[in-house]
């Protein structure tokens, strides 16, 4: 009998018992992939988005040797270290301003739970007890644990076991249109009251297949926050970075969220990192001489310094005195991803195609089997994934334009299949 070296491993969103055998990867390197077999991979989905700068970027792998070496872990119960305290100011600085303030965690659902919480919390310390629901978007994903389950899309399969287990949110649609501004409007009118905060993902549904919105659904999302004092709780998770062509997407609608949360591409891709951002009006109901007031949360890694040395890293390479820029590599992959996507709209079987920053997506007028499409993905010398009826690109931001043509003649072999 074979030894089956995985037997014991469970992997994520997966049928196993049916599911084609996972790729074995056995070592990275750039926007390679190489696998256990010998074969090597172009990779058009930078895990999950994460690996901005390509997989052993050097400057991030010398930064988190140089701190495993002097402290791996030390717990933040009463306890501070350079790496967390240079990390927030800096993240502070690059979204919400100065005074913000970071809660650490280490994942992006985490990050949303806390959140959550802190919009919650933010009404009670104040004595408004009765805002403890959010309103939150068709297409949306917010995260696997329950409280961000509860403000994904509700009718999703991936989550449509748990109804009943978890709480029940308010469901809009992303108002585009001036009727679906209409109705959002008028139903904020009538429910505000019961409302802690309107939760979205800025211009792109990513784990949805790559759903985009305007600036200006964003902007008169935010408008009505504002108007109807309710917190915005933006999450970044996905487009945080630069991937959708500015920094963070919230900024091409000029607007300034109360609540942001980072994680995926926070630490280039390297170590589990997120962070809960909170403008300083919000922490200020923390902020008293009552201890009931505090913010009662403290995953027991967070804040890891190593994963924080990672993050700083990472945005070394995002600096302005960067030896690449990474946005305008953004912007040049946006143009070549338009490029070699848009033609495809003309195919029968094409749906849409969407372009924005590090992002192409086609979308097909059917279900993709993802195995299948993972095999022919393979077999181009590609790693691409399906997701639903979408097959996308999101790769690393310093992928040269050979490799990106490859991946995107790749898609163009995969749609023009059928
Ligand atoms: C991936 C993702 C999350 C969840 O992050 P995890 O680190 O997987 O927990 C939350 N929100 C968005 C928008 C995401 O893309």
Same mark, same amino acid.
């Given at each position: 009998?074979? $030894?089956?070296?995985?037997?014991?491993?469970?992997?994520?969103?997966?049928?196993m018992?049916?599911?084609?055998?996972?790729?074995?990867?056995?070592?990275?390197?750039?926007?390679?992939?190489h696998?256990?077999?010998?074969q090597?991979l172009?990779?058009g989905i930078?895990?999950?988005?994460t690996?901005?700068?390509g997989y052993?970027?050097?400057?991030?792998?010398?930064a988190?040797?140089r *701190?495993?070496k002097?402290?791996?872990?030390?717990?933040?119960?009463?306890?501070v270290?350079?790496?967390?305290?240079?990390l927030?100011?800096?993240?502070a600085?690059?979204?919400?301003g100065?005074?913000?303030?970071? $809660?650490?965690?280490?994942?992006?659902?985490?990050?949303v739970?806390?959140a959550l919480?802190?919009a919650?919390?933010h009404?009670?310390?104040?004595?408004?007890?009765?805002?403890?629901?959010?309103?939150?978007?068709?297409?949306?994903y917010?995260?696997?644990t329950?409280?961000?389950m509860?403000v994904?899309d509700?009718?999703?399969?991936?989550?449509?076991?748990?109804?009943?287990?978890?709480?029940? *949110?308010?469901?809009?649609?992303?108002?585009?249109?001036?009727e679906?501004?209409?109705? $959002?409007?008028?139903?904020?009118?009538?429910?505000?009251?019961e409302?802690?905060?309107?939760?979205?993902?800025?211009?792109?549904q %990513?784990a949805?297949?790559?759903?985009?919105h305007s600036?200006?659904?964003?902007?008169?999302?935010?408008?009505?926050?504002?108007?109807f004092?309710?917190?915005?709780?933006?999450d970044?998770v996905a487009?945080g970075?630069?991937?959708?062509?500015?920094?963070?997407?919230?900024?091409?609608?000029?607007?300034?969220?109360?609540?942001?949360?980072?994680g995926?591409?926070?630490?280039?891709g390297?170590?589990?990192?997120?962070?809960?951002?909170?403008?300083?009006?919000v922490?200020?109901?923390?902020?008293?001489?009552?201890?009931?007031?505090?913010?009662?949360?403290?995953?027991?890694?967070?804040?890891?310094?190593?994963?924080?040395a990672?993050?700083n890293?990472?945005?070394?390479?995002f600096?302005?005195?960067?030896?690449?820029?990474?946005l305008?590599?953004v912007?040049?992959?946006?143009r070549?991803?338009?490029?070699?996507?848009?033609?495809?709209?003309?195919?029968?079987h094409?749906?849409?195609?969407?372009?924005?920053?590090?992002?192409g997506?086609?979308?097909?007028?059917? %279900?993709i089997?993802?195995?299948?499409?993972?095999?022919?993905?393979?077999?181009?010398?590609?790693?691409?994934?399906?997701l639903r009826?979408v097959?996308?690109?999101?790769?690393?931001?310093?992928?040269n334009?050979?490799?990106?043509?490859?991946?995107?003649?790749a898609?163009?072999g995969f749609?023009?299949?059928?």
């Amino acid at each position: 009998m074979k $030894f089956d070296d995985r037997k014991n491993l469970w992997l994520p969103y997966s049928q196993m018992k049916i599911a084609d055998d996972p790729v074995h990867v056995a070592h990275t390197d750039g926007v390679r992939l190489h696998l256990a077999d010998g074969q090597v991979l172009i990779d058009g989905i930078a895990s999950w988005w994460t690996a901005c700068h390509g997989y052993n970027h050097p400057h991030i792998i010398d930064a988190l040797i140089r *701190q495993v070496k002097s402290m791996p872990h030390i717990m933040m119960g009463g306890v501070v270290h350079d790496q967390a305290t240079r990390l927030s100011s800096r993240l502070a600085t690059m979204t919400l301003g100065d005074d913000a303030m970071c $809660f650490f965690s280490e994942s992006g659902s985490v990050a949303v739970e806390v959140a959550l919480k802190i919009a919650v919390q933010h009404w009670i310390n104040q004595g408004a007890s009765l805002r403890k629901r959010f309103a939150c978007f068709a297409g949306a994903y917010h995260g696997d644990t329950t409280g961000a389950m509860s403000v994904c899309d509700a009718e999703d399969s991936m989550h449509a076991h748990f109804k009943g287990y978890l709480i029940e *949110q308010f469901q809009a649609t992303v108002p585009e249109t001036d009727e679906q501004r209409g109705v $959002f409007s008028t139903w904020l009118e009538r429910h505000h009251q019961e409302l802690a905060g309107v939760i979205i993902e800025p211009l792109v549904q %990513m784990a949805a297949g790559m759903r985009m919105h305007s600036a200006n659904a964003l902007r008169f999302i935010a408008d009505q926050c504002h108007q109807f004092g309710l917190l915005l709780i933006a999450d970044e998770v996905a487009t945080g970075f630069g991937r959708t062509g500015s920094l963070f997407a919230f900024q091409q609608a000029n607007i300034k969220p109360d609540i942001l949360c980072v994680g995926k591409a926070l630490t280039g891709g390297t170590l589990p990192l997120a962070a809960t951002i909170a403008s300083q009006h919000v922490y200020s109901q923390f902020h008293s001489n009552d201890p009931a007031h505090a913010l009662m949360h403290g995953p027991t890694f967070m804040g890891n310094p190593v994963a924080c040395a990672a993050a700083n890293a990472s945005l070394d390479l995002f600096d302005a005195g960067a030896a690449e820029n990474r946005l305008e590599q953004v912007d040049k992959i946006e143009r070549t991803l338009g490029d070699s996507l848009l033609p495809l709209l003309d195919h029968k079987h094409v749906v849409d195609v969407r372009v924005k920053g590090a992002i192409g997506a086609v979308q097909l007028d059917a %279900m993709i089997d993802v195995d299948q499409a993972m095999s022919f993905f393979r077999n181009r010398g590609t790693f691409v994934r399906a997701l639903r009826d979408v097959v996308y690109v999101a790769p690393s931001f310093v992928i040269n334009q050979r490799d990106l043509r490859t991946l995107c003649a790749a898609v163009s072999g995969f749609v023009t299949l059928g």
